[in-house]
């Protein structure tokens, strides 16, 4: 399963569940798209101990990470897939 996990809306404060779907309409995206209103996603899984939106996990059926980044940049689909590829 791919989602979302939206942390701010377009202020910069904490996205909800309305932002969140309005993100997801906007990119006419066919997964899962979360808000943070809490701030929890960030604090526990954002990158650069939690002040950069960007991170992102493969989690497998039985919940054990097998590949994260977590350090600030943007990644490409390319190295997800690698990523999936390789955790089959």
Do not use: K
């Not at 960007?54 to 990644?75: C, F, K, M, Q």
């Amino acid at each position: 399963m791919i989602f979302n996990v939206l942390t701010q809306d377009r202020s910069g404060a904490p996205a909800d569940a309305d932002d969140a779907n309005r993100f997801r309409s906007d990119y006419d995206l066919s997964w899962h798209v979360l808000g943070d209103p809490e701030g929890a996603w960030m604090a526990e899984w954002g990158a650069h101990d939690g002040t950069s939106q960007h991170s992102y996990a493969l989690v497998e059926a039985n919940g054990v990470i097998s590949w994260r980044v977590a350090d600030g940049r943007a990644t490409s689909v390319s190295e997800v897939e690698a990523a999936v590829a390789s955790s089959r």
